[in-house]
Structure formats: structure tokens, C-alpha cells
């Protein structure tokens, strides 16, 4: 062993995450100085060009923002027009639309299980060679996200941007039977889920905790579309009130800005935030697999997020089967939306988290200006925190493990890097 | 001999066209059996050096960065397709051709000095030759599997590039403009995406880019807006999409990137 008074190890590019980002640890002695998770994702610079746009253009643009969570996208725009223009939809036509959101949870959470996130825990670098030894379940897991996508393509058209989508409503709603054979699917696809909750149950969790508030949506059903904003710390606010408590800020070293609370405080959203704070909404059958794998009253274990997500999948698959059973098709695809001048907030939970949207309308029915605030920012801070804990408590791990470890800790999060502005280098630097 | 080798790179892009990749959920074990995914990092960790034998492309040039890794990608691929929109027109962030970068920069940045971007959002073929370029916003899984399934066979892919109007009449749709007088741009859009939009009772808005069947040149859209009974403003928009720089009238000049001599 040589002894160097300092060094920089560069690992080349962290897979399994959506987008391109870099990570850089400096170690001075036995404590860390400094992690940055660094995304240099080129900036596509939509809240710029949406300036001028028509109000109803929102949702097939903003899809753009990503392939993997367009649903999102589409669902928080669409909810933020509505809201600048006064109109609310409900009824039936707000049930597809939470039954469109569910196939992307299955599609989104299926792909990151079993392709981007499982092979990091049976010591696999992807799912291709994961097939090899458990063929089995990557085909269980292909079979899931095929459902997900099923749900997409006949209720959107098609998986990735769906096409399906206006403000209002739908261009086309389905006739109640034909979503028959949709049932099957989703029917194979619940126990699938439920499988999958047993599946990674079996696997080795490093101990770890987060210690960041949570945030995510709060309503009468676990939380999908709709909802107001709830903290773990008694923080409840509508979406309108989304900018009062939640600042953005600009880091030198990324093209995604970091938010925070406006008291100061870091927070984490998505899977953990909403299981901790919604369980009592899971359907019973959801309730139950996620006591079977041993998640209790909260999740505050980063690494236990993979379980979060089957259950979230079970649930998706249960809610998708109760909408269509329930579903009565709406008098029209779509209600009216007439613009008007006004300021509309929208937000929903994207597989990943919390997605702001807030456009301003001119007299014109024009954007005036657009802002969006994805998962993967608001989360920012608070996954570089953690890294900074996890690293201080491994620093006796030589680079390379400790890289690896540190890869499937950021894959904990799920993270959108196309959304937050794909790739990680890690740079380890100790002296 | 091995199974040929297959890479994937991202280039400005929301992962959409990979993700179809990955989204061929029946046919991807058995692709692995023929074609060696060598580098595909949004699948899996390991990635050799190359050469490879197919690259698949997504995204646009908008970087100094990616100006420097798209000659890479190029020297270590034999062949070179382009996915998707971003690839092959310079995508949705092509706008920013139209408009001052810098400006754009203000309104997302705080500090836009600290952001390294390019005033254009370019195609790969403005930069380095392409083998193939596979249109879409995003692509179309069937027409991705054909693209490789040719590859394999040493054939040309049957990509079609005929204009929706083609697709609409194969799979039954009531035409959206004669029947409802919906603004459609399916007779200046290329086919592939199998005519959706009209399926689901709205206009096509222009996913796969014009048609080469207009000549190779840009598609007459002055000559259909009284048939589209849109404003000039709403035409505008329409074209300005996710194939701006393909569709729109005074477009830069394609095949320019920023690194062409000026």
C-alpha cells in the first residue's frame, strides 16, 4: 500500500440513474469535507419557452421534460391551468386521470425496481446480467412495467408522452368495456406486485437513517394527483402557498437548483415522505404486504425505498382495479376551459416526488410565466446531506466500495436528472 | 465471431427514446441473445470502451462538453443512428435558436454565468456523419426493433416516409380536419408513430418532423393554413415544437452547427 498525502479518484459514470450527474467527496483525514452531487445535465430551459405559449399547450410540452414521469408532468400542468382559469374537474373524468397516473407509477416504480435499483443489491451492474442467474424475476419485473405501460398506451395513446392528455380532461374517454380486458392485466399485474414486495423483503438493508423533514400531498386517498402539501412537522399548505414556503436556490456546481424550505430547512419527498405520512390510506391489501415485508409507521431508511415502491406498486394495481371497476363514463372527454388572466399552482405526486407547477396567464390566455419545481431539486440537498453521513461512517471502505455504495445510496432516491435540468462520475479526493 | 455490440448515449434529451429500448419489455432477453448491449448506462453499470458495432443517439448538441463527446461516440461506432427528435432536428430546446440564449438563461438561472451552454440546441448530423436517423418525439418501438432487426440481416430498415395521412387511412381513422375541421398536421408529418393523435379524436401536432415526401424541402404550411382554419399565431406555434428547426419557415439553415466554420 502506498501512502499518498492526497488523492483523486475518478470513477467513471454512476448508471442506473435517469440523466448526468457527478459526484465529489474530498476527505481530509477523518473528516468529510465537502459532498456535492453535481448534475450537469444540459438546462433544456422550458419555463423560458413556454413564454407566449397558448394555456392549453402546457401539457403536451412539459411531457417533454421527461420519459419516464411525462404523466406528471402532464397532470401538474393541467392542474395549474385549471387553477388560473377557475375550473375544477372532478368526477369522473378526475378518476382517469388518477387511473392514467397509476399505470406510470407501476411503469416507473417496475423499471427502477427491477432494472435500475435491484441489481445493486443482488451485486449485479444491470439487469441484463441480472437475468442471467434470476431470470424469473427480471421477467416478472418486465411483465409489471409491460402492465404500466399498457395502462399508458390505452388510456394516453402511447407510453411515453402520452397523447391523450388536455387541459380539461381527454380528447377521447374509453367505453366501460373496454377496459375489460385492461382488468386481466392489472389483475396479473397485483400479484406480480405483491411478489415483488416479497422479493427485495429478502434483501440486506445497510442501516441507515434519514433525519430530513418530510413532505408530500395529503388527501382523503393516498396520494396520487391531488391533495394539499403536508409535512412531518404539522406543515400543512395548499399548492397555491407551494412558493411561500419552498425557495429555490442556485449551487455553482449543478444545473439543477437545490430547494429548501423558507425557514431553512432541508426536506425529502417521494416514496418515504408519502408511505410515512399517507400509510393509514393504503388499500388493506397494500396495508398488508407492507406489514409482511416489515415496513412499520414510517420509513425513514433510504435503502428501504425500493420496498416503499413495491407497495406503492401493489397499491397502484389495487386503485387502477377499483377505478375501472367503479368507472362510469363522463358525459364529455373534457369540460370547458376558457382562459383568463389570472395565476394557477399545480402540484402532484410523480413516482419520484412532489412536482410544482405554477403558470401566469395574460388577458390572452398567453403564459406570461412558468415555473417548475421538480422532485429530484427539492431532494438535492437533502441526498448530499445523507451522502455526507453515510461517507463519514464508511471511510474505513476503500474507493472502490466506498463508490459503490455511494452509487446505490443516490439510486435510493429514484433520481431524474432530465427533470431536475444523467450520468455520475464520482470523484473521491482524500488528504 | 460475438454477438455485435450495441451502445446507447444521451446527449440534451428527457430519456424518452432509450427508455423505448427498455420498453420492449417482450423482445428485450431475447435482443440481449443477439446483440451485446456493450454500453447503455441507463441499464447497467458496466460499460466497456468500445468500438462498437450500432451506437443509438439521443439528444441534441447544446453543450461545449457534448461537442467534444459527439466526435468521441463517433470514432468509436460503426455505425451511428439518431433517435428521436432531439437527435435528428435538435428537439423542443431548439427554440432557444429562435430566441437569446442568454435571456433564456435569466429566467431559470439566477446566476446563468455559471451555466455552459451552446446559443443553439443542434442535431448530431450538424456535427458528425450519421448512419441512420430514426425520427420521433419519442420514437416508435416497432420501428426501433426494425432498425435493429436490419442491422442483424445487413438490410436497409423499413422505415417509411409517407405522411400520416398514409397511417390514418390504414388503421380506419375518420379523417379529424374533413369530419370535425381539427387543425391536423398529418399531411405534412412523416409517418410512424401509426396515427395516434387522430385515433384519440385530436389533430396530429407534428411529433415525427415533415415529410420528406414534400420534396425534401420544407412543407407548404402557408398553403394549408386556410385549411386549418388556424391564425398565423397559432400556426406558429404548432410548428414550434418538438421538430422547430425541421418545420419551422426561416430556420436556420440545417446541417450548422456551432462549431461550423463560419
Not at chain 1, 374509453?174 to 389483475?187: I, M, Q, V, W
Not at chain 1, 433510504?302 to 406498486?313: G, M, Q, T, Y
Not at chain 2, 440534451?12 to 432477453?29: K, N, R, V
Not at chain 2, 429566467?107 to 455559471?114: D, L, N, S, T
Request: charged share 25%; aromatic share 8%.
Amino acid at each position: 500500500m502506498t501512502h499518498r498525502n492526497e488523492r483523486t479518484l475518478t470513477v467513471g459514470a454512476l448508471a442506473r440513474v435517469e440523466g448526468e450527474g457527478a459526484l465529489y467527496v474530498r476527505v481530509r483525514g477523518p473528516d468529510v469535507e465537502e459532498v456535492r452531487l453535481d448534475i450537469y445535465e444540459p438546462p433544456r430551459f422550458f419555463e423560458a419557452f413556454l413564454r407566449g405559449r397558448a394555456h392549453t399547450e402546457p401539457p403536451d410540452i412539459t411531457a417533454r421534460i421527461c420519459g419516464i414521469c411525462p404523466v406528471a408532468y402532464q397532470m401538474s400542468a393541467c392542474q395549474a391551468v385549471e387553477a388560473a382559469c377557475g375550473v375544477t374537474v372532478d368526477g369522473a373524468l378526475g378518476e382517469l386521470r388518477r387511473l392514467l397516473y397509476c399505470g406510470e407509477w407501476i411503469e416507473s416504480h417496475a423499471l427502477h425496481i427491477y432494472l435500475l435499483h435491484a441489481p445493486d443489491f443482488l451485486g449485479y451492474p444491470g439487469a441484463v446480467e441480472l437475468a442471467r442467474d434470476h431470470r424469473a424475476a427480471v421477467e416478472r419485473g418486465l411483465r409489471l412495467k409491460k402492465a404500466g405501460n399498457a395502462l399508458m398506451e390505452f388510456l394516453g395513446g402511447r407510453a411515453i408522452h402520452p397523447v391523450n392528455v388536455r387541459v380539461g380532461g381527454f380528447y377521447r374517454t374509453p367505453a366501460p368495456a373496454e377496459l375489460a380486458p385492461l382488468a386481466e392485466t392489472l389483475r396479473e399485474a397485483r400479484a406480480d406486485a405483491l411478489a415483488t414486495v416479497e422479493w427485495a423483503a429478502g434483501f440486506e438493508f445497510p442501516d441507515f437513517d434519514h433525519g430530513h423533514e418530510f413532505l408530500a400531498l395529503s388527501a382523503d386517498r393516498y396520494p396520487l394527483e391531488r391533495g394539499v402539501v403536508r409535512g412531518g412537522t404539522g406543515r400543512v399548505f395548499p399548492a397555491a402557498e407551494f412558493e411561500r414556503h419552498v425557495v429555490e436556490e442556485q449551487v455553482p456546481h449543478s444545473t439543477a437548483l437545490h430547494a429548501r424550505f423558507t425557514d431553512g430547512g432541508r426536506y425529502l419527498t417521494g416514496p418515504l415522505a408519502r408511505y410515512s405520512l399517507n400509510r393509514d390510506r393504503l388499500s388493506p391489501l397494500a396495508l398488508e404486504a407492507a406489514d409482511r415485508a416489515g415496513l412499520g409507521a414510517e420509513c425513514r431508511n433510504p435503502f428501504r425505498s425500493i420496498l416503499v415502491r413495491a407497495v406503492e406498486v401493489v397499491y397502484a394495481a389495487d386503485e387502477a382495479l377499483r377505478l375501472i371497476a367503479g368507472y362510469e363514463p363522463p358525459a364529455r372527454p373534457a369540460v370547458p376551459v376558457p382562459p383568463r388572466e389570472g395565476t394557477g399552482h399545480g402540484v402532484t405526486e410523480a413516482p419520484r416526488g412532489l412536482l410544482y407547477h405554477r403558470y401566469d396567464l395574460g388577458p390572452d390566455g398567453l403564459i406570461r410565466a412558468a415555473r417548475i419545481v421538480p422532485p429530484t431539486s427539492q431532494n438535492q440537498a437533502a441526498i448530499e446531506d445523507d451522502l455526507r453521513r453515510f461517507v463519514a461512517a464508511r471511510l474505513h471502505l476503500d474507493d472502490e466500495a466506498l463508490t459503490r455504495r455511494c452509487e446505490q445510496a443516490i439510486r435510493n432516491y429514484d433520481p431524474c436528472i432530465s427533470c431536475s435540468t444523467h450520468f455520475l462520475d464520482l470523484t473521491v479526493e482524500r488528504s | 465471431m460475438g454477438r455485435p455490440t450495441l451502445a446507447v448515449w444521451k446527449f440534451a434529451s428527457c430519456d424518452g427514446c432509450q427508455l423505448t429500448l427498455l420498453d420492449c419489455e417482450d423482445e428485450l432477453l431475447a435482443l440481449t441473445g443477439e446483440i451485446e448491449i456493450a454500453h447503455f448506462l441507463e441499464a447497467s453499470s458496466a460499460a466497456g470502451d468500445g468500438p462498437y458495432d450500432v451506437s443509438l443517439v439521443e439528444g441534441s448538441i447544446t453543450t461545449p462538453a457534448d461537442l467534444d463527446r459527439i466526435r468521441h461516440v463517433r470514432a468509436v461506432s460503426r455505425k451511428l443512428v439518431t433517435i428521436g427528435a432531439c437527435a435528428t432536428a435538435g428537439g423542443i430546446q431548439a427554440l432557444r435558436d429562435f430566441a437569446d440564449v442568454e435571456e433564456f438563461a435569466s429566467v431559470v438561472y439566477a446566476r446563468p454565468e455559471y451555466v455552459a451552454t451552446l446559443a443553439r440546441s443542434t442535431p448530431i448530423a450538424a456535427h458528425v456523419p450519421v448512419d441512420f436517423e430514426l425520427r420521433g418525439c419519442p420514437i416508435d418501438r416497432r420501428q426501433l426493433l426494425e432498425v435493429l432487426a436490419a442491422h442483424l440481416a445487413d438490410r436497409t430498415p423499413d422505415v417509411p416516409s409517407h405522411s400520416v395521412c398514409f397511417e390514418c387511412k390504414i388503421r380506419g381513422n375518420v379523417c379529424v380536419m374533413v369530419a370535425r375541421g381539427t387543425p391536423c398536421l398529418g399531411p405534412i408529418t412523416q409517418a410512424g408513430c401509426g396515427a395516434i393523435c387522430p385515433a384519440y379524436a385530436r389533430g396530429c401536432y407534428g411529433c415525427f418532423g415533415p415529410s420528406p415526401a414534400w420534396g425534401g424541402g420544407r412543407p407548404n404550411t402557408r398553403g394549408l393554413l386556410p385549411w386549418l382554419d388556424m391564425t398565423e399565431g397559432e400556426a406558429h406555434r404548432v410548428l414550434s415544437t418538438f421538430n422547430v428547426t425541421a418545420f419551422r419557415e426561416g430556420a436556420p439553415a440545417e446541417g450548422r452547427g456551432d462549431d461550423a466554420p463560419q
